[in-house]
């Protein structure tokens, strides 16, 4: 069972960068696609940002191109969010997400039905 630890969040003031990072065990991690979704106080859910099992192939939310990056060290079991100008509107808590399923990068941005999820880390930019 693949499970999921998140790590990075925090307190940023506006313009600032965090990055998040997402220890992954219990599987090979080379079969999933992994996600980065978030959720803001009131909102539902988003996904933001997804990475393909090599890590050549990546999406992006419009809210986060430009800002954001992800990337993935299989040989580490880790998948990273660098975020940078951040803003208010980032804030949310995030969650390292995955799932196996062919071609999912190219469409994760509007699949909600995933298996795999860590426990979240809070991100709060405000100043």
């Known amino acids: 069972q693949l499970q999921l630890v998140e790590s990075g969040g925090g307190l940023v003031q506006p313009g600032g960068s965090l990055r998040l990072s997402c220890a992954a065990s219990?599987?090979?991690?080379?079969?999933?696609?992994f996600v980065w979704v978030r959720q803001a106080p009131g909102k539902e859910r988003e996904v933001v940002s997804c990475?393909?099992?090599?890590?050549?192939?990546?999406n992006y939310a419009d809210s986060v191109k430009g800002r954001f990056t992800i990337s993935r060290d299989n040989a580490k079991n880790t998948v990273y969010l660098q975020m940078n100008r951040l803003i208010a509107g980032d804030t949310g808590v995030y969650y390292c997400?995955?799932?196996?399923?062919?071609?999912?990068?190219?469409?994760?941005?509007?699949?909600?039905?995933?298996?795999?999820w860590g426990q979240g880390t809070q991100v709060t930019v405000s100043s």
């Open positions: 990475i393909g099992n090599s890590g050549s192939i990546t």
């Open positions: 219990g599987g090979t991690l080379n079969d999933y696609t």
């Open positions: 997400v995955a799932e196996v399923l062919p071609r999912l990068v190219y469409y994760c941005l509007t699949h909600m039905e995933y298996r795999f």
